[in-house]
Structures are given as structure tokens and as C-alpha cells.
């Protein structure tokens, strides 16, 4: 159960930190936003992301002690 609501954490996380600053996903994804709107394009690039990349993506975004 904890690592059910530590997941959902971490994807709402990500959506919200797109969804905000779009500019922060990779250009290609970026592409598809005219087309397919910013919610889908959101939503299909994390869908498509592995755990590990998830969980690394999250911690690039949020823990201040890295450096971007």
C-alpha cells in the first residue's frame, strides 16, 4: 500500500510539474502538444516513462540537493 500511494505521489507530481512548465518535457514530446493538446501529450509521455526513468524524472525535478 505504501508503495501504491508513494507512486501516485510521484505521478501527480510529474503531470502537475508538465503541466505547468511545459517547456521542461523533451522537444519532441513537445511537438505533439498543437495536435493533441497539453493534458494528452502529458499524459502519454508519462505513461510511456519505466519506473526507474518515473522515480528519476521526479527526483531531477524536485530534490533541490541535485544539480540541474
Known sequence: ???QVKAEH???DLFNAYLHEPLILPDHVQASIPARGLERTVCDYIAGMTDRYAIDEHQRLYDPNLKP
Open 10 to 12: 510521484i505521478i501527480t
Open 1 to 3: 500500500m505504501r508503495m
